[in-house]
């Protein structure tokens, strides 16, 4: 199996950056996709980027396209979300989400998606 834990949470200002890590074990050969989601109270939880790990391409959600950047370091098995230029409104527990393939019982192809704990993430004015 594989396991997400993320890191690099905490507070910030508005205007500020940061940037959150997910480190992946295990079975990390046999993922597809990494992403970052995240939940505000009271709100439910929104995609906010993902990468491929086959040919790096990446997907942001449009509102937040210019101000964070998703990467994956050189071992693969660490994603990066570099949030710059922070909101208040960004405040939210992000989570790691990874996309992994598997095998039915039956023998055939499937997909599994994992998630990491989330860590929090608060921007104050």
């Known amino acids: 199996q594989v396991q997400l834990v993320e890191s690099g949470g905490g507070l910030v200002q508005a205007g500020r950056s940061l940037r959150v890590s997910c480190t992946a074990s295990g079975r990390v050969e046999s993922i597809v996709v990494l992403g970052w989601y995240r939940q505000a109270p009271g709100k439910k939880r929104e995609m906010v980027a993902g990468?491929?790990?086959?040919?790096?391409?990446?997907e942001y959600a449009d509102s937040l396209k210019g101000r964070f950047t998703i990467s994956l370091g050189d071992a693969k098995n660490t994603m990066y979300l570099q949030m710059n230029d922070l909101k208040m409104e960004d405040t939210a527990v992000y989570y790691c989400?990874?996309?992994?393939?598997?095998?039915?019982?039956?023998?055939?192809?499937?997909?599994?998606?994992?998630w990491g704990q989330g860590i929090q993430v608060t921007v104050s004015s």
């Open positions: 989400n990874a996309a992994i393939r598997t095998t039915t019982p039956q023998g055939l192809g499937a997909m599994t998606v994992i």
């Open positions: 990468i491929a790990l086959g040919g790096g391409t990446t």
